[in-house]
């Protein structure tokens, strides 16, 4: 299982401490692989990005006209965390519903 997500996200944080057998990957360091980008966009849509971060609050009308996948690309810090991939299963959040989908 890996969790993608910030390193210092509180949020990535609880989700890999819930889960000890998961590798968090921190997407600054290394970027979402493009297939599972694709994956996730096919499953999520518009949902993968996360529209109240400050990063969001910094891009201009045009910047956010971009888009998804390109804006993902550029702004790794977009992206609604954490992103658990376990197999072929993806979930994304840190939210009871993807708690209870984990069996937490």
């Known amino acids: 299982m890996k969790l ?57 009308e045009a910047e956010r006209a971009r888009p998804p996948k390109d804006l993902l690309r550029d702004h790794a810090s977009l992206m609604k965390r954490p992103l658990i991939s376990d197999g072929e299963d993806l979930y994304l959040g840190w939210t009871a519903d993807v708690q209870k989908a984990l069996g937490l």
């Not at 910030?6 to 949020?11: A, F, G, I, S, V």
């Not at 600054?28 to 499953?43: I, T």
């Open 4 to 60: 993608y997500g910030l390193k210092n996200c509180d949020t990535c944080r609880k989700a890999a401490k819930a889960l000890p057998g998961a590798e968090l990957v921190d997407l600054r360091q290394e970027p979402l692989p493009e297939p599972l980008l694709d994956k996730a966009l096919a499953s999520f849509g518009e949902a993968l990005v996360n529209r109240r971060s400050t990063t969001w609050r910094g891009l201009d």
